[in-house]
T-cell receptor
Framework: GAVVSQHPSWVICKSGTSVKIECRSL??????MFWYRQFPKQSLMLMAT?????????EQGVEKDKFLINHASLTLSTLTVTSAHPEDSSFYIC???????????FGPGTRLTVL | EDQVTQSPEALRLQEGESSSLNCSYT??????LFWYRQDPGKGPEFLFT???AGEEKEKERLKATLTKKESFLHITAPKPEDSATYLC???????????FGKGTKLTVNP
């Protein structure tokens, strides 16, 4: 159990375009979803926390107008990188948390490359 | 500031050579101490949650323990497929946010 999927697994886009990444909890209802970014050889850095039906809470230094998060249901959250630039190239990972034990279960990640 | 520090940064073992990874934390009001395994290019895979000092959990060749200041991940008779980066994280107070350490990259040679 506790499976989280992400789509797409990788994406290459041109500078200035927007990219949407989906995160789904497949076999449980996620009260909270989290979005992380991971640069090569570094640990995960939390970008934002979202609860279903409410606005996301962004970490300090993360531009909320650039990284749009929508948590429309208990099984789906989306991250849209608007007007992407090469410095946004990274590995984006989502996680989902149900109610028991507060463990976070992670998706497989999305590799974004902005040319 | 709440911190999670892992050591060593990297560890090379021969197959069958048991060892331990360390995770020390300075977190006020620890709510949970988590261990994850991450393979290259993939998201972290949940291993264990520990909630109180003295608690231990086991899964195959892995055993996680917790004291008031640190956690250990013991690996008994490791195999090459145990090679991965092992991440430690904590939550504190009323927050669900995970604070991650930088990880220990484990390589097990056949």
């Amino acid at each position: 159990g506790a499976v989280v999927s992400q789509h797409p697994s990788w994406v290459i886009c041109k500078s200035g375009t927007s990219v949407k990444i989906e995160c789904r909890s497949l076999d449980f209802q996620a009260t909270t979803m989290f979005w992380y970014r991971q640069f090569p050889k570094q640990s995960l850095m939390l970008m934002a926390t979202s609860n279903e039906g409410s606005k996301a809470t962004y970490e300090q230094g993360v531009e909320k107008d650039k990284f749009l998060i929508n948590h429309a249901s208990l099984t789906l959250s989306t991250l849209t990188v608007t007007s992407a630039h090469p410095e946004d190239s990274s590995f984006y990972i989502c996680s989902a948390s149900g109610s028991v034990g507060n463990e976070q279960f992670f998706g497989p990640g999305t590799r974004l490359t902005v040319l | 500031e709440d911190q999670v520090t892992q050591s060593p940064e990297a560890l090379r073992l021969q197959e069958g050579e048991s060892s331990s990874l360390n995770c020390s934390y300075t977190v006020s009001g620890l709510r949970g101490l988590f261990w994850y395994r991450q393979d290259p290019g993939k998201g972290p895979e949940f291993l264990f949650t520990l909630y109180s000092a003295g608690e231990e959990k086991e899964k195959e060749r892995l055993k996680a323990t917790l004291t008031k200041k640190e956690s250990f991940l013991h690996i008994t008779a490791p195999k090459p497929e145990d090679s991965a980066t092992y991440l430690c994280a904590s939550t504190q107070g009323g927050s669900e946010k995970l604070v991650f350490g930088k990880g220990t990259k484990l390589t097990v040679n056949p």
